[in-house]
């Protein structure tokens, strides 16, 4: 914005806030003067929009344009989200229009208020600076009342009463603007414990890795090695990024003597299976450091020990992470026996869950 230089203090001994004599003899001096000294400052100038009433309507009219921009970007987004379900994700084409147009309605619903906003103001509202003298912040009764009125005189600066295209623009782009944030809120679903509770893995699954999808032999895998893997032929189920996500295994090779006692029974020659889904917040478990064997979570922090079956023993996380039972078949290639052992991700369902039947129990 410009400055309105013609409204500068003459000094800067300004008295310091919080200087109550200073404060009580510059009453006392009697009320500020309407104008001060130009120190030599360029003088302000004024814009096109304030000596031209055609710019003016014109800048007007661009405001406009941008409001009813979001506007439109609302109904695109809705529009989207009902005419592209997602009901089959393995159409990549379904996901790249479902996304464009999301992401396009959402850009141009924010952003049409939000260029609209700083382009009135730059264009139409006052720009002309007001230099104060500094001062207590309590201040008199008449001090308030001065300051109500400024509140007041801003209002009728901005000229949204006397301007009803931008203002009538305006409230209905800021109150179409919220929708699709609670339509997609809406996708985060009912209480996800029967959802997590049972995955794609069956008895006799191969193991492959992900995202090749070739299948992998004991004898493939070296001390220390971690391999990301999925259950074969995933792809073929319905809703298959879902499944994909909760299936997610991280397949590690241990000295068989290393294996903890209780997670024995689940590995296949020192080769042990994990679920991927942070028991905290269910961030991807990714990060396995071979010296210590520990697994680490790189959003919060929870750390695994893997030579304790996966327990906690730094960070929020409140159980350890699920095993998935394996074993060979007749090929050599690692297969599941069972599904995991719990329940995969998150754990505030599940206490929930034990809560109410130690509650009921009692």
């Not at 309105?4 to 009453?27: E, I, Y």
């Not at 995955?199 to 992900?210: E, F, H, K, Q």
């Amino acid at each position: 914005m410009s400055s309105n230089h013609d409204l500068t203090p003459a000094t800067s001994s300004a008295p310091a806030h919080g200087d109550a004599s200073t404060d009580v003899a510059r009453r006392e001096s009697g009320p500020l003067p309407e104008r001060f000294e130009n120190p030599g400052l360029p003088p302000h100038v004024d814009r096109l929009a304030d000596t031209d009433p055609k710019a003016a309507k014109r800048a007007e009219r661009q405001v406009a344009f941008l409001f009813l921009l979001s506007i439109v970007g609302t109904v695109l987004t809705i529009t989207a989200y009902f005419a592209i379900p997602l009901r089959d994700q393995s159409e990549e084409q379904i996901l790249f229009w479902s996304n464009l147009l999301l992401g396009l309605g959402i850009a141009f619903a924010l952003g049409g208020i939000g260029f609209g906003a700083v382009h009135w103001a730059k264009t139409l509202m006052p720009d002309h600076e007001v230099v104060e003298e500094r001062h207590s912040i309590d201040g008199t009764p008449e001090e308030q009342a001065d300051a109500a009125q400024i509140l007041r005189d801003g209002v009728g600066e901005s000229g949204i009463g006397r301007r009803p295209l931008i203002r009538n623009t305006l409230i209905g782009a800021a109150a179409l603007a919220p929708l699709p944030a609670v339509l997609l809120l809406k996708d985060t679903g009912p209480n996800p414990e029967g959802v997590l509770a049972e995955t794609i893995w069956t008895g006799g699954t191969r193991l492959v890795t992900d995202p090749t999808g070739d299948p992998i032999r004991a004898t493939d895998l070296v001390v220390g090695q971690v391999v990301h893997v999925q259950p074969a032929g995933i792809e073929e189920a319905d809703h298959f990024l879902d499944e994909k996500a909760k299936a997610a295994v991280l397949l590690i090779r241990l000295e068989p003597e290393e294996v903890a006692p209780e997670a024995v029974e689940g590995s296949y020659g020192g080769i042990v299976a994990y679920s991927k889904i942070c028991t905290h917040m269910g961030c991807p478990v990714a990060l396995y450091e071979q010296q210590t064997h520990h697994l680490l979570c790189p959003c919060h922090q929870t750390t695994f020990d893997v030579l304790q079956n996966c327990k906690v023993i730094f960070g929020p996380g409140k159980r350890p992470l699920p095993q998935l039972p394996i074993s060979v078949d007749d090929e050599g290639y690692l297969v599941a026996t069972d599904g995991f052992d719990g329940t995969v991700g998150p754990s505030y369902w599940e206490l929930e869950r034990d809560r109410t039947r130690i509650e009921e129990e009692a």
